[in-house]
């Protein structure tokens, strides 16, 4: 018998034993946990880090984004919005139209690009689609977060606020196969 | 040699495990949906989450620590 054992005269197979009532009474207190985790959540009153704040848009301060007619299809632009750390992606569509999202990633915020026809998260290869921001291949499931545009009659462009996230999450696009995603990567 | 029908007194029942393994399972997708909708901006749902999750709560607690009726005590 080594030394330490003498010293230390453990029993380890009674130190090893766990009975079912106790197994039941740790996944008690870790279900507590959860709702102490709920609990927070509803109590708190300042969003989550990265998370959609569209209430928020009745005090927001708009952000000028320079002239509208700047940006030429498939071109890009970033901006910061709310303070320095909202890094937002300003875009015109292949098609025209002046889109806005909020740079993080939904899947674990990573920034996202504008490449080709889609926004895409180099992290984990998650792509997300211009018109309404909705993930349409990889590893996010929430759509971006969307931020309202304005243009003013002297043609400058504004960032208002926050679009509220489309709630009719359209089913992930099954018919996105293996060679669009070759055409996104080339 | 067969195995006894019935738990030992103060052992937990198969029963009573499976209910709270059941419970703790739900409380995982309560919350994952709970922080999914917070994330997207939705809170309306938050006090529901919090009464659902509290009444499993108490019936984890209630199985774990006064399940005398279904083992035949609470002793461990």
Known sequence: MTWWRRAFPLELAEEGHFSRREFARFLAVV???????????????KPLEGASDPEAGHHETPVALGLAT?????QSRLFKFRDAHD??????????ELKAYRQTCTHLGCAVRFRGERLECPCHEGFFEVDRGFPVQGPPTR???????ET?????????????KPTDLPGRIASCPREARQEVLS | MSRPSRPRPG???DVALVITLLVLISQLYLFETVLQSVLDGHRALLPG?????????????????KARGIDGGPQA
Do not use: H, M, N
């Open chain 1, 31 to 45: 279900s507590a946990g959860f709702t102490a985790g709920i609990g927070y959540l509803w109590l708190r009153k």
């Open chain 1, 70 to 74: 700047d940006l030429q299809p498939g």
């Open chain 1, 87 to 96: 890094a937002c992606i300003l875009l015109r569509t292949p098609q025209g």
């Open chain 1, 143 to 149: 759509p971006l977060a969307a931020i309202a545009l």
């Open chain 1, 152 to 164: 003013r009659p002297d043609g400058s462009l504004w960032a208002v606020g926050e679009l509220p």
């Open chain 2, 11 to 13: 052992q937990f029942s």
């Open chain 2, 49 to 65: 989450a919090f009464a659902a999750s509290s009444v499993l709560t108490a019936v984890a607690l209630l199985l774990a620590f």
